[in-house]
Structures are given as C-alpha cells and as structure tokens.
C-alpha cells in the first residue's frame, strides 16, 4: 500500500520532463523540426520562435485547448513533433482526421504508430498540398530509418493529418 501511495505521489512528476524540439533548417533551406541536435541531423540551429506563437502546452506536458487543433502547418508540425517527442500514438492520433475510419481502422492505425513513434525523429518535411514526411531512426538515415507520410487535410478551419496508408 505504501507503495502504491508513493507511485502516485510521483505521478506529477512524470510530465515535467518535456523532450526539446530543436528547430533547424536543412540543407536545402526547408524547416527541419527533430529531437535531436539540429547537427546531429546536417542541418543548421534556428533561434527558438517567440513564447507567445510556441504552442501552448499544460504543465503535465499535454496540449492544452488552444492545441485541439492547429490553425497552420507549423502549429501542425510542432504538434507532431512533440506527439514523437513523448513516444505517444495517442498525441500523434489527436492530430489525425479520422473522417472515414471506423474505430477499428483507427485503432489498426494507432497500433501501427505505436512503433514508428518510438524512433527518434530525424526530419519532419512537407507542405499542406503535399503532406508531411516524417523520417525516424538512427542519424544519418542508416538502415534503421522509416519515413512515414502523413497527408495533410483542411477541415473547419483546421489543419489535420490525415492517417499514413
């Protein structure tokens, strides 16, 4: 019984070790969002964007109201990227328009991701007409990486993932 008292009484705890989110930009000029250092993965450190466009996150490291859904594709991206950030299927399914899919599709789906998000993320690439690409694995795209493509959808006034095939 004590213990089960002092596991929940480190519970709180658990959420405020956020992983960062490094902002880079790649060798070709596009934005690259990873969790690594922006050179482990050959592209250049960005200056962090101001507190108030950084997407609002609650102390226990979950998204708050105002993440429910992303008004543009950076709020998109971060919001993917802390969705792999945390290895959680569940944050990366919150993004997903699920218009289409069953619950047993989508849970097929988030079953599916629940290995890819394990990985460290590498890139997260794209645009809006062509979706986004998320690379994991090991640096340098050794043998170990996945890229995984989400589409990208527009529904009322938000920007949704749409699952990967």
């Known amino acids: 019984m004590k213990r089960a008292i002092f ?3 480190l519970l709180p705890l658990t ?3 956020q992983n960062v989110i490094h902002r880079c930009l790649g060798k070709d000029g596009s934005p ?3 969790d690594q250092p922006c050179t482990a993965v050959g592209a250049t450190s960005l200056a962090p964007p101001p507190a108030s466009s950084a997407a609002p996150i609650g102390i226990d490291g979950t998204p708050t109201a105002e993440m429910l859904c992303a008004k543009d594709l950076g709020e998109l991206r971060e919001g993917l990227a ?3 950030a945390s290895h959680d299927p569940n944050r990366v399914g919150a993004l997903v328009l ?3 899919y069953g619950s047993a599709g989508a849970v097929e789906r988030l079953r599916q991701l629940d290995g ?3 990985q460290p993320v590498l890139s997260i690439r794209g645009d809006e007409a062509g979706g986004l690409d998320v690379v994991t694995g090991g ?3 050794d ?3 996945r890229h995984i493509r989400f589409g990208v959808a527009r529904d009322s006034g938000c920007l949704w993932l749409r699952p990967p095939a």
Request: charged share 10%; hydrophobic share 50%; proline share 4%.
């Open 143 to 145: 043998a170990s990486s």
């Open 15 to 17: 959420g405020a070790a």
């Open 98 to 100: 699920w218009n289409g």
């Open 116 to 118: 890819v998000v394990r």
């Open 139 to 141: 640096p340098g795209g």
């Open 82 to 84: 802390r969705a792999f």
């Open 7 to 9: 596991l929940l009484l």
């Open 32 to 34: 690259v969002y990873s």
